[in-house]
């Protein structure tokens, strides 16, 4: 009996041997991929993203197209244009063409140098078409829940001189800020502020991603340009310009409002009013989701309008 034991013990010796060295083995792996500069998890969480981090929307650069002949329709335009740009053999590249309003054409490129070399191009092959070059708008950003006493006033002023640090850099001409309009926050104290701001600010804000408003640090986000009705649920138009009498729901697509609907009341899969009408494959979630995959197409249309740099 004291044979065996002994033999017991000499095996549970070799046993930790090889977990020793098994346990020595994993430390010298992780020491090859452990971070040199001892940088922990929550410093690298919390500092600020240099601006390039961010992604960036491209602008399109635009003009409208007009003709002098009152009687040209936008197809008529259109084929003016064709005719005088010559694309296929000239090289030129347009990246947007689309019909407007009162017989105009909206033509787009994805450099100011390619618009140019496109009007050019316009103005020697075919003088009876006008041009007007369409300016891109500054960008949107919110700041969440910031308190109602502070006035538009209140906030432009605090937003340039409280962060001086972040914005001080930027120079008097290129700064500028107003406020567009606010959104309602949970808190009947507080409220969602929207800004457009210059390019400079945009990047700036966006990059820190938090700014001092009088006595609190608010956070600061960038805002799609997107205009979606909140009583048909369609992009491209607000409520005041809907043609709809009846409001949709954002639950599951019907006439009534949200908190009056059955599904959601019973717990029931949402159904997207947009992808439904536009015979999409996956329709399982609320029209005001952002992943919804036609949100992002309109977000990148609606984006295409907005100088960011």
Not at 60 to 70: F, N, P, Q, Y
Not at 221 to 236: F, H, I, N, T
Not at 286 to 293: A, G, L, Q, T, V
Request: glycine content about 4%; proline content about 5%.
């Amino acid at each position: 009996e004291l044979k065996q034991q002994r033999e017991l013990v000499v095996a549970a010796r070799c046993d930790m041997s090889a977990v020793r060295d098994q346990v020595q083995k994993m430390n010298e792996t992780v020491e090859k991929y452990k971070v040199t500069d001892g940088t922990s998890y929550a410093a690298m969480a919390a500092a600020s993203r240099p601006v390039g981090a961010f992604p960036r929307p491209r602008p399109v650069h635009s003009m409208v197209v007009s003709s002098v002949d009152a009687h040209d329709t936008s197809e008529d335009v259109i084929t003016k244009i064709r005719s005088a740009v010559c694309a296929k053999t000239t090289g030129i590249c347009v990246d947007r063409l689309r019909k407007a309003r009162e017989q105009r054409v909206v033509l787009g490129c994805r450099t100011r140098d390619e618009l140019n070399r496109v009007a050019e191009k316009l103005k020697s092959s075919n003088p009876t078409l006008l041009m007007e070059e369409k300016a891109n708008k500054d960008p949107l950003i919110i700041m969440h829940n910031v308190l109602k006493i502070n006035t538009d006033e209140d906030i432009l002023g605090a937003l340039r001189r409280q962060n001086s640090g972040i914005l001080g850099v930027i120079p008097d001409q290129e700064y500028r800020a107003s406020v567009r309009y606010r959104r309602k926050a949970r808190n009947p104290l507080e409220s969602h502020v929207v800004l457009q701001v210059s390019p400079p600010v945009w990047q700036s804000l966006t990059a820190i991603g938090k700014v001092h408003i009088d006595l609190q640090r608010v956070v600061v986000k960038d805002q799609s340009p997107l205009v979606m009705c909140s009583r048909c649920l369609v992009y491209g138009h607000g409520r005041k310009n809907c043609k709809e009498t009846k409001d949709t729901c954002s639950h599951c697509a019907g006439s009534h409002i949200r908190s009056e609907c059955p599904s959601w009341l019973a717990g029931d899969q949402p159904t997207c009013r947009n992808c439904q009408s536009g015979k999409q494959d996956r329709t399982d979630h609320n029209s005001f989701d952002e992943s919804c995959p036609i949100r992002k197409k309109w977000d990148a249309l609606a984006r295409t309008k907005v100088a960011y740099c």
